[in-house]
Every structure is written in structure tokens, then in C-alpha cells.
């Protein structure tokens, strides 16, 4: 959700504009979404920076914008069958902020439809610091309640047995929604900003230089099947490579060869 303080800038009108008009973006998407059945869509709407570096003053409108956001569409998300989620440092949002996200949460609980995960006071890295710190923690508390030593739990079962992949997931806070697919970078941004880094280790990025206030639903469904003509590996070769491709390789001292040709400095001829 990048680039509203852009889009009003372009327009010489002030940030909050700009917020305001990403918001109204939040529904489009979310509706498409709900149209074709998308099964999750998480939004990165504020992220731990956000709320650490901009001014306070933005970040306060920011927080009413968010209110405002939940009040007024909670009836829009029940009648497109859309549930309400959230992911990180919740916790450190103000009172009535947290009181108004559990609202809208319970009110769209029994919904079955698309899931809308919202990402606010998020950072990837401090989801996964909060991970492997609940890890160590329900270690110490098992350790506790066996009367031995974390030391000697340890030795017992070994570490690669406690502390693996799987228990690293199973702490993050989207352990009850699946990897995402596709990531899609809106204003042409060209880096991941700390979102959901474990999470997508193996998805397909998608980069449109579209603002996020001019950011539609049919742009998502461009994004989609862009998504889908691509092959997807996995760290593999893919369904359509054979045995038989590597016969047509070329021999890697020839490859050697062309590189080293081209990188060499020609010589200039005199005149």
C-alpha cells in the first residue's frame, strides 16, 4: 500500500488526502478479491517504522483514518462475506484503536469468504524476534514444570529437535494463514520494506508503478494473471525441463570463454 504521500504530493494536496484516498482503495481490492474467491489478502497498512519515524501528528491521523476505515465498512464486509484479521505489534496501538480492530473482528468472525489480513505496527524482523522468543519461552516453561534445567530438557530430546522451521512457524503471527502466493509492490518501489520476509521466501513478485490510491481492483486482477503464465520452482527446475535439456547446455569453458571476451577492453585502433 505504497505511495499515497506521493499521490498527493502530484496533486499539491496534503498527506492525509493521500491517506484518505488509499483508504478508499483498501475496498475496491478487497471486494474484487471477495468477487473471485481469493481465499487471503493481507494489506500492509502500517508498518513498525511507520510508527516509530513519521510524525506524530501523522501517525495519530493515521490511527483515526483506521477507526474511521472499520466503523464505516464492517457492513460492507459482511455483505461480501469478508472476515477481518490482523498481524503484528498490536498491542502497542492505542486503547480505543485495539478496542475498535476487536469490534470489527468478532463482527465479521462467522464470515467464510475472504480473509482480509491487516498488517499494522508490523515489522518482519520483530515478528520473527517474537517468534523464536516464544519459542524459548515455552521451553523454559516446560523445563519449569518438569523440575529440570532447560539445559538438561535439551539434552534429552536435542535442539534440532525443539527449535526447527516448524516450530519457527508455528509462532509467527500468521501461523493460521498459508505463505502468500504473490506479493504485489505498488509506486514501482523495488525492495520488501520488512514484509513478511520468512513468509515469502518462495513467492512471485509483482512490481506496477500504480500508486496505491489509484490502485484498483481490475489492477489486481492484472497482477493475478501476470501471476499466473509464470512457472513456479520451488528451488527446482521446473515441470517442464528434462534430463535432455542438459545435453543442450553449452560446455561451461566455452561460457568461460564469451564472458571473458566480453569483458575485456577492446583496443582502439589508431588513426
Known amino acids: 500500500m505504497d505511495g499515497n504521500g506521493r499521490w498527493a504530493g502530484k496533486r499539491a494536496l496534503k498527506r492525509f488526502l493521500g491517506h484518505q484516498q488509499g483508504a478508499e482503495s483498501v475496498q475496491f481490492v ?29 501517525v495519530n491521523f493515521l490511527m483515526k483514518l483506521l477507526r474511521s476505515y472499520l466503523m ?4 460492507r464486509m459482511n455483505d461480501n462475506n469478508v472476515r477481518m484479521e490482523y498481524i503484528g505489534r498490536i498491542h502497542e496501538l492505542p ?11 468478532e463482527a465479521t468472525a462467522r464470515n ?7 498488517a499494522l505496527n508490523y515489522g518482519s524482523r520483530s515478528e520473527i524476534v517474537d517468534a523464536t522468543r516464544a519459542v524459548i519461552t515455552g521451553l523454559i516453561a516446560e523445563a519449569h514444570q518438569r523440575g529440570c534445567s532447560l539445559e538438561d530438557l535439551l539434552q ?21 494463514i498459508p505463505d502468500p502466493d504473490l506479493v504485489i509492490r505498488t509506486s514501482g518501489e523495488q525492495r520488501i520494506s ?9 513467492s512471485e513478485i509483482f512490481i506496477t ?3 496505491w490510491p489509484d490502485f484498483r481492483g481490475i489492477h ?52
Not at 158 to 170: K, P, Q
Not at 194 to 202: D, E, G, H, S
Request: aromatic share 8%; with cysteine; glycine share 4%.
Open 220 to 271: 489486481l486482477l492484472e497482477a493475478i494473471q501476470n501471476y499466473q503464465k509464470r512457472e513456479r520452482r520451488f528451488g527446482g527446475l521446473g515441470e517442464t525441463f528434462t534430463d535432455e535439456d542438459l545435453d543442450q547446455l553449452e560446455p561451461a569453458s566455452e561460457v568461460a570463454e564469451e564472458i571473458v571476451t566480453e569483458l575485456t577492453p577492446k583496443q582502439l585502433t589508431p588513426r
Open 194 to 202: 520488512n514484509f513478511l520476509l520468512w513468509q515469502i521466501a518462495y
Open 72 to 75: 464505516g465498512n464492517v457492513k
Open 95 to 105: 486503547s480505543e484503536v485495539q478496542d475498535t480492530m476487536q469490534w470489527a473482528s
Open 209 to 211: 508503478d500504480r500508486l
Open 112 to 118: 467464510t469468504g475472504t480473509t482480509l489480513t491487516l
Open 156 to 176: 534429552v530430546d536435542g535442539l534440532e529437535a525443539r527449535l526447527d522451521e516448524h516450530h519457527i512457524c508455528d509462532h509467527l503471527y500468521t501461523a493460521h
Open 30 to 58: 478487497v471486494e474484487t478479491a471477495s468477487r473471485i474467491n481469493l481465499p487471503f489478502i493481507t494489506l500492509y497498512a502500517f508498518s513498525l517504522e511507520n510508527n516509530l519515524r513519521r510524525p506524530k501528528s501523522e
